[in-house]
């Protein structure tokens, strides 16, 4: 097998598993609006979503008490304020998204560009 081969069936299948992400994402971020929505619909009141930071806490303590440390670097602070106030379905959202940006710049079969042969002292018309 050559490399450009090796090359191409590895591209393919990254680009396959981050569309898989990106659609799996995306549903579960969709599926779980709806749910809210049929939550109100019936209940009457929009029910407040989990935010990430309460799944961070939940699965990685340790990390946490290093974001929520005010001694820890200001970038650090930032994405702990974001995480505490960003809702799971909008990060699943954002997730999914990213994911299927990366599989179209990644699945890009575009031939490359020819190579100009032309002389640097030819003049160009």
């Known amino acids: 097998m050559t490399f450009a081969r090796i090359d191409d069936v590895g591209r393919s299948a990254l680009a396959?598993?981050?569309?898989?992400?990106?659609?799996?994402?995306?549903?579960?971020?969709?599926?779980w609006f709806?749910?809210?929505?049929?939550?109100?619909?019936?209940?009457?009141?929009?029910?407040?979503?989990?935010?990430?930071?309460?799944?961070l806490r939940e699965f990685c303590p340790g990390w946490c008490t290093f974001l929520n440390n005010p001694h820890s670097w200001y970038g650090a602070a930032k994405v702990a304020l974001v995480l505490s106030e960003l809702p799971s379905s909008l990060?699943?959202?954002?997730?999914?998204?990213i994911c299927a940006v990366l599989n179209v710049s990644v699945c890009d079969r575009r031939p490359e560009a020819p190579?100009?042969?032309?002389?640097?002292?030819?003049?160009?018309?």
């Open 115 to 125: 190579r100009v042969t032309k002389s640097q002292t030819a003049a160009s018309f």
């Open 34 to 55: 709806g749910f809210q929505g049929l939550k109100w619909l019936h209940d009457g009141y929009w029910t407040k979503q989990p935010t990430v930071m309460f799944w």
């Open 91 to 97: 990060a699943l959202v954002l997730l999914g998204t």
């Open 16 to 31: 396959l598993f981050l569309w898989l992400s990106a659609v799996t994402l995306n549903m579960a971020a969709m599926l």
